[in-house]
């Protein structure tokens, strides 16, 4: 993916630089806490599950909020926040700092080499590469799991599209389009030749995206949380930027899709809040690797 001009996500804008971005979301922004009080309870059953201790790595912590929670109420497994940040390095270390079973791992996820029980992907899947999905494989142990929750775009894919994703041969964002099959990649590789179909999904999921950031600019607006209104102003603009890759939010189904081409299974799905399909942001997903031929 190509992104545009001006490649600084919000997180890096020096108008946020005093300020820690990961609480400030979870008092301005709808569906987060309950996201995290989620991931805990899944750690929690899978420690409970294979009857030991776990290491779990959390991928894009931000300012460590997860990591700080499952190092209190986990304290017999060992706890790494993954964040390359500085900014926000600084803040998980100072988070963590009281936990014995807490660290930092302030270098780029694909340097980590040790085996992993779990790994967390929390509001981090749409802004990593894709290929970051290969190295979760190669680090998981045998029954270890990738629990994926993040803010997606709401379904936008109608019946049309579902039958078109769920039989893709690949999901290949080019310059933010979806591409469905091996030979549309290879004309778009060869000619920059696009289907309309993915200009059309493209249309639609920059429509849902509106919608949803009206939303939870108005959620934070009603919680008198400028500082979210501001972030989140930000990040729509980015969002509905198809090329830029640093933001770009995807329908479920089209992760899932991704996710089973990458070679995961799905052991459970977990809707977080109680509205319409329209305004329905954020799941979280438990993934196993499928054993490799």
């Given amino acids: 993916m190509t992104t545009t001009d001006d490649a600084t996500t919000v997180y890096g804008r020096p108008e946020f630089a005093d300020i820690d971005i990961g609480d400030t979301m979870r008092h301005g922004h709808p569906d987060i806490t309950d996201g995290d009080r989620l991931i805990v309870d899944l750690v929690r059953r899978r420690a409970a599950t294979l009857g030991r201790p776990l290491t779990v790595m959390d991928v894009g912590s931000g300012s460590g909020v997860v990591s700080a929670m499952l190092a209190h109420r986990l304290p017999e497994h060992r706890v790494i926040a993954n964040e390359i940040e500085p900014k926000l390095i600084a803040q998980a270390r100072s988070r963590l700092g009281d936990f014995r079973n807490g660290e930092v791992f302030d270098r780029p996820f694909q340097e980590w080499k040790e085996p992993l029980d779990v790994i967390i992907s929390w509001g981090s899947h749409h802004h990593l590469p894709n290929t970051y999905l290969d190295h979760v494989r190669t680090l998981l142990a045998d029954d270890g799991v990738l629990i994926i929750g993040d803010e997606f775009c709401p379904e936008y894919c109608d019946d049309n599209d579902a039958a078109r994703v769920t039989t893709a041969e690949v999901i290949h964002l080019a310059d933010g389009l ?116």
């Fill in 178 to 293: 979806v591409l469905t099959s091996h030979r549309d990649v290879a004309a778009y590789r060869a000619e920059g030749v696009v289907p309309q179909w993915s200009r059309d999904l493209e249309a639609k999921r920059r429509r849902a995206l509106w919608h949803w950031y009206k939303f939870v600019i108005d959620y934070a607006m009603a919680k008198d949380n400028w500082t979210v209104v501001l972030a989140e102003l930000q990040i729509t603009r980015d969002d509905l930027t198809t090329t830029f890759d640093e933001e770009h939010k995807l329908s479920p189904l089209i992760v899932r899709r991704d996710l089973e081409l990458n070679g995961f299974r799905p052991l459970s799905t977990n809707v977080i809040g109680n509205r319409s399909v329209d305004l329905q942001s954020f799941y979280l997903y438990e993934f196993a690797p499928r054993a490799r031929a």
